[in-house]
């Protein structure tokens, strides 16, 4: 699987738009972006993945380049329970192989 | 979204003891399950795949021997600690995924904390 690089840490404010970038340039055709972000001491929730087009639902959006090297997940107006670390995760096979992801804190 | 559940939510064990902890699909038919373990302030690593009524799929540096997965139905999977250490204390999380590739989501339980005396 690609490996991913994402910022080690981001801030935001309350009521802001986050938006946690994700360099993906190694990836290939066939694998799938997803979004996926844990809350301490709990199991990973889903957010969100695509292959190509840009996805949008009703926690968040995803952008993802032209090119499929980067993509962005945008929360797009945060609040405290947001405060989470957000793993950015690409992926042919069947199994999910997390890197060290980003610690968003949401700051009133 | 799908919900997959995990018990015990926290275990203390002795030293030499085993331990079983309990993955399972509640509301879908898991074609295959993962185990993962994360250590402190450390991100979730893969130890083994599993599909139901075939043997788990492990990790490289990971001791079959002494995690012992048994993936019986569709909507169970166990993975047991044998011969437990303090070393082996981590919080160990299961998933389930409903199909197979990429193109499929997987579903996470709420995790399992292990504390070995």
């Known amino acids: 699987d690609a490996k991913t690089t994402q910022p080690p840490s981001m801030d935001c404010a309350e009521g802001r738009a986050a938006n946690l970038p994700c360099n993906h340039s190694?990836?290939?055709?066939?694998?799938?972006v997803y979004w996926y972000r844990q809350i301490h001491s709990q199991g990973p929730q889903y957010i969100i993945h695509?292959?190509?087009n840009n996805e949008t639902n009703e926690m968040a959006s995803l952008i993802i380049t032209e090119d499929r090297k980067s993509s962005t997940l945008i929360l797009p107006h945060a609040t405290l329970r947001d405060t989470a670390v957000y793993y950015c995760?690409?992926?042919?096979?069947?199994?999910?192989?997390f890197g060290a992801g980003t610690r968003l804190t949401v700051k009133p | 979204g799908a919900v997959v559940s995990q018990h015990p939510s926290r275990v203390i064990c002795k030293s030499g003891t085993s331990v079983k902890i309990e993955c399972r699909s509640l509301?879908?038919?898991?074609?295959?399950m993962f185990w993962y373990r994360q250590f402190p302030k450390q991100s979730l690593m893969l130890m083994a795949t599993?599909?139901?009524?075939?043997?788990?799929?492990?990790e490289q540096g990971v001791e079959k021997d002494k995690f012992l997965i048994n993936h019986a139905s569709l909507t169970l999977s166990t993975l047991t600690v044998t011969s437990a250490h303090p070393e082996d204390s981590s919080f160990y999380i299961c998933?389930?995924?409903?199909?197979?590739?990429?193109?499929?989501?997987?579903?996470f339980g709420p995790g399992t904390r292990l504390t070995v005396t």
């Open positions: 995760i690409v992926r042919v096979g069947n199994d999910m192989r």
């Open positions: 509301d879908f038919q898991a074609t295959t």
């Open positions: 695509g292959l190509k």
């Open positions: 190694t990836i290939s055709g066939n694998e799938y």
């Open positions: 998933s389930a995924s409903t199909g197979g590739g990429p193109s499929y989501e997987q579903y």
């Open positions: 599993s599909n139901e009524g075939s043997k788990a799929t492990y």
